[in-house]
């Protein structure tokens, strides 16, 4: 049973490029959530698919933009790189579960470096 | 809003014995699941141990336990027989259980060192 993946692995940007990552969700999950995580700091909460649509977002300017396409995988868009935007950015995805707590499974992440 | 905090940045423990982690939280909802994740040097973050608010029982998932005070907010880790492999960042998490929208809030982490 795969687990949650993330394309790529490491990326390397100069400020003000854009950047696509990609995720897919483990076997049977319809749900993605997409994190960042900064040096020494917890993850912070971009923004979480269902059904293809945008279901919550976190404190994120609009140049976070994200999509969920039918089979459940899912890309995270940043445009106009900041230097800030430096981090390793984690996807995780669920299983919507009337009641509980939805225990959301975390792929290995892409570190994103912006110069 | 919902907030974790976890006050112990760094800690040791010699092999093979447990170690409690502390997490704090504050939450509105009335109804909210909380959450411990491993993070190795790799990145990757492991999910480890589940606890819902209305649950009678404190949660166990192997050397994994849960020590869950409702009325204290606190949902402190403990990890019994503790192996060199489980040096890593810890981080407790807490979600609301409610219709739509379940993200995740973390703590700051804490980081544990076994020695041997």
């Known amino acids: 049973d795969a687990g949650v993946t993330q394309s790529p692995t490491h990326l390397i940007k100069t400020r003000g490029q854009q950047v696509t990552l990609r995720c897919s969700p483990k076997?049977?999950?319809?749900?993605v959530s997409w994190y960042q995580q900064a040096l020494g700091q917890g993850p912070q909460f971009i923004f979480q698919?269902?059904?293809?649509?945008?279901?919550q977002r976190g404190n994120f300017p609009d140049r976070f933009s994200g999509h969920q396409f039918p089979n459940y995988s899912s890309e995270l868009n940043v445009n106009a790189l900041l230097l800030g935007d430096s981090a390793l950015y984690l996807c995780?995805?669920?299983?919507?579960?009337?009641?509980?707590?939805?225990?959301?499974?975390f792929g290995p992440g892409t570190r994103l470096l912006v110069l | 809003a919902q907030k974790i905090t976890q006050t112990q940045p760094g800690m040791f423990v010699q092999e093979k014995e447990a170690v409690t982690l502390d997490c704090t939280y504050d939450?509105?909802?009335?109804?909210?699941?909380l959450f411990w994740y491993k993070q190795p040097s790799s990145g990757e973050m492991i999910f480890l141990i589940y606890q819902g608010s209305y649950d009678q029982q404190n949660a166990t998932e192997g050397r994994y336990s849960l020590n869950f005070q409702k009325a204290r907010k606190s949902a402190n880790l403990v990890i019994s027989a503790s192996q060199l492999g489980d040096s890593a960042m810890y981080f407790c998490a807490m979600t609301p259980i409610k219709a739509a929208g379940n993200k995740l809030t973390f703590g700051g982490g804490t980081r544990v060192l076994v020695k041997p």
């Open positions: 076997s049977g999950h319809d749900t």
């Open positions: 939450t509105s909802d009335p109804s909210y699941g």
């Open positions: 698919y269902y059904e293809e649509e945008e279901r």
């Open positions: 995780a995805s669920s299983a919507r579960l009337a009641g509980t707590g939805e225990t959301q499974y």
